[in-house]
């Protein structure tokens, strides 16, 4: 979708995973746990998708979609573009599901700015 979120997806994985210890110590079998750390404790990361399957928004949110003041959650468009204008309800229910408040003024970061202008 050419947004922020995927560099944030790729620092998310690289940090997640850097945190992960093998808790067993033959060599075939020491990542055996890895992927289960890495989705413990990075962000979520969720496209909301049209009936067709075309991406609509990307959120960033906590890990497990829990609250967490110090988070700094994204949402965005393609291109980074704002997407609260179309899919504003979409993103309410959203932030309903888990339990957030997704208000644009707080999750996109641009602002009243162009992404183009970033």
Not at 14 to 34: D, K, M, W
Not at 52 to 57: D, K, Q
Not at 109 to 115: C, D, L, N, T
Request: glycine residues 8%.
């Amino acid at each position: 979708m050419n947004h922020v979120v995927e560099k944030h997806f790729r620092q998310a994985w690289e940090s997640a995973a850097s945190t992960y210890r093998s808790t067993s110590s033959p060599f075939v079998e020491q990542n055996i746990g890895l992927k289960a750390h890495v989705q413990r404790v990075m962000p979520l990361f969720l496209t909301l998708r049209s009936a067709e399957g075309n991406a609509l928004v990307t959120a960033m949110l906590p890990p497990d979609g829990r609250h967490d003041p110090a988070f700094k959650i994204i949402i965005v468009g393609p291109e980074n573009r704002d997407p609260y204008p179309e899919h504003g309800e979409a993103i309410r229910k959203l932030g309903e599901h888990f339990g957030l408040s997704l208000e644009r003024i707080r999750c996109y970061p641009y602002g009243g700015a162009s992404p183009s202008r970033r």
